[in-house]
C-alpha cells in the first residue's frame, strides 16, 4: 500500500463550480499534512498546510480527519487559474528526520 | 532573497552515463532534500541532507548518491543511467529548525529535467 494515496483524476469541472479531493495516508504516526498546487512542468508550491481543527484559505478549505486517516481539499467557485495537479503531502516526522511524503497528485481541469 | 537554485535546467545522458545535479538552497536554509518526478507521478523522496551528511534516505539505489557542501548547497549523482532515471528531479530546501513544527518549511528548486537515451 502507498503511504499517500489520492485519486488521479482528472476532475474535469466548469468554472465556478466546487470540486473536492481526498487523500488517504498510511502511517498513522503522521504530524503535519499539507497540499501542495503543481502547474504543468513546475516545481511544487505550498497551498496550504492542513489542521486538525480544519483551516480556510480564501475559497480553499482543508480538513484532516485523523481517525479515518484522510485529509481533503475543497475548492469553491473554482477559477481557470485553479488548473493544476494538487499533490498531497504528508510528514510522519520523527525525531531523526523530516521528509515529506508526496501521494501521487490529482489534476484538475476548469472549463470555461 | 534567491530561491532555491537548480543546475542544469535540462539534460540529455546516454544509458551507462553518470551525471551530477547541483542545487543551491534558499538563503538561510541549511537543509537539502532530493526528489525524483516521473512523468504522471508525485515527487519521491530520494534523500536528505543536512550537516554535509545524509541523513535519510528513500528507496533508491546505491547509483545515486550525493553530497552537501560546508555552504549548504549539494550535489546528486547517478551512476549508471538507466533510461528509467528520466524524470524531472527536484531539490527542495528548508531550515533544521522549522522541523516538527506545523508548517511544510519546504521552498523547492525548478528542478532539473534528465532525459536518458
Known amino acids: 500500500r502507498k503511504e499517500v494515496e489520492q485519486d488521479p483524476g482528472p476532475f474535469n469541472v466548469p468554472e465556478g463550480a466546487t470540486v473536492a479531493f481526498n487523500c488517504t495516508y498510511s502511517?498513522?504516526?503522521?504530524?503535519?499534512f499539507f497540499w501542495y498546487r503543481q502547474d504543468c512542468r513546475k516545481e511544487p508550491k505550498l497551498l496550504m498546510s492542513?489542521?486538525?481543527s480544519g483551516n480556510e484559505d480564501g475559497r480553499f478549505t482543508a480538513q484532516l480527519n485523523r481517525a479515518s486517516q484522510y485529509i481533503s481539499l475543497l475548492i469553491r467557485d473554482s477559477k481557470l487559474s485553479d488548473s493544476a495537479t494538487y499533490l498531497c503531502?504528508?510528514?510522519?516526522?520523527?525525531?531523526?528526520?523530516?521528509?515529506?511524503?508526496f501521494g501521487s497528485g490529482t489534476r484538475l481541469s476548469i472549463r470555461p | 532573497d534567491a530561491g532555491v537554485t537548480q543546475s542544469p535546467t535540462h539534460l540529455i545522458k546516454t544509458r551507462g552515463q553518470q551525471v551530477t545535479l547541483r542545487c543551491s538552497p534558499k538563503s538561510g536554509h541549511d537543509t537539502v532534500s532530493w526528489y525524483q518526478q516521473a512523468l504522471g507521478q508525485g515527487p519521491q523522496f530520494i534523500f536528505q541532507?543536512?550537516?554535509?551528511?545524509?541523513?535519510q534516505r528513500g528507496n533508491f539505489p546505491d547509483r545515486f548518491s550525493g553530497h552537501q557542501f560546508p555552504n549548504y548547497s549539494s550535489e546528486l549523482n547517478v551512476n549508471a543511467l538507466l533510461l528509467g532515471d528520466s524524470a524531472l528531479y527536484l531539490c527542495?530546501?528548508?531550515?533544521?529548525?522549522?522541523?516538527?513544527?506545523?508548517?511544510?518549511?519546504?521552498?523547492f528548486g525548478s528542478g532539473t529535467r534528465l532525459t536518458v537515451v
Open positions: 503531502v504528508v510528514s510522519p516526522y520523527d525525531s531523526s528526520a523530516s521528509k515529506i511524503i
Open positions: 502511517n498513522s504516526a503522521s504530524q503535519s
Open positions: 527542495a530546501s528548508s531550515l533544521e529548525i522549522d522541523r516538527g513544527r506545523m508548517r511544510a518549511g519546504y521552498t
Open positions: 541532507y543536512y550537516e554535509e551528511e545524509e541523513r
Open positions: 492542513v489542521y486538525s
